[in-house]
Nanobody, 127 residues
């Protein structure tokens, strides 16, 4: 069974940076993609970024393009989300997710492409 644990959230001023980590444990074979989603207060969960383990190719939500960077360390079974130039609208609980086994994905931008989620880490950006 795969387990995901996020860390790195916190309180930061607008314009600042945070680096989130997601450590993956368990049987991750055939999990071709990983993603980050977020859920702002009172809103639905939204796509932030995804990455393919094999190629490192990444996709980003429109609201974070140019500011956030997703990366992976295959040796450490860890996925990162570097967040720069943070805005108050980035305030949310950020979730790490693992794609369904053997699923090749369509960019891994939809929550239904994932079957395993972490508990989330809170990011609060003060203006």
């Amino acid at each position: 069974q795969v387990r995901l644990v996020e860390s790195g959230g916190g309180l930061v001023q607008a314009g600042g940076s945070l680096n989130l980590s997601c450590v993956i444990s368990g049987r991750i074979l055939a999990r071709n993609g990983m993603g980050w989603f977020r859920q702002p207060p009172g809103k639905e969960r939204e796509f932030v970024a995804s990455i393919r383990w094999s190629s490192g190719s990444a996709k980003y939500g429109d609201s974070v393009k140019g500011r956030f960077t997703i990366s992976s360390d295959n040796d450490r079974n860890t996925v990162y989300l570097q967040m720069n130039s943070l805005k108050s609208e980035d305030t949310a609980v950020y979730y790490c997710a693992a794609a369904r086994p053997w699923y090749t994905g369509n960019g891994y931008v939809n929550p239904n492409e994932y079957d395993t989620w972490g508990r989330g880490t809170q990011v609060t950006v003060s203006s």
